[in-house]
Nanobody
Framework: QVQLVESGGGLVQAGGSLRLSCAAS????????MGWFRQAPGKEREFVGL????????DYGNSVKGRFTISRDNAKNTVYLQMNSLKPEDTAVYYC?????????????????WGQGTQVTVSS
């Protein structure tokens, strides 16, 4: 069992930056691939990015590529989402998720555990 807790959300002006954190419980954090998703009001949950467990390979959704960066610190059981050049359309609840297997990591069903989410609001 893995419990995930996101933090770092808030209100920021367009063009600004935020760093989200996702703290995980358990001693096997380093073996999980981690993903970030977001959900805006009235929209489906959207893939933001992922980082694999062993190689630390990252991949991002097209809407955030070049602006967002995912990293992980296995010693701290934490994964980060650095968000730069924020736009009003980035406004959403952001969720982190953990996956035991390297399957369908770009989709919701690829993940086994989810955090409760943190709100990010970008004003114009």
């Amino acid at each position: 069992q893995v419990q995930l807790v996101e933090s770092g959300g808030g209100l920021v002006q367009a063009g600004g930056s935020l760093r989200l954190s996702c703290a995980a419980s358990g001693r096997t954090f380093s073996s999980y691939a981690m993903g970030w998703f977001r959900q805006a009001p009235g929209k489906e949950r959207e893939f933001v990015g992922l980082i694999t467990a062993s190689s630390g390979r990252t991949d991002y959704g097209n809407s955030v590529k070049g602006r967002f960066t995912i990293s992980r610190d296995n010693a701290k059981n934490t994964v980060y989402l650095q968000m730069n050049s924020l736009k009003p359309e980035d406004t959403a609840v952001y969720y982190c998720a953990a996956a035991r297997a390297l399957l369908s990591l770009w989709q919701l069903e690829g993940y086994d555990y989810w955090g409760q989410g943190t709100q990010v609001t970008v004003s114009s």
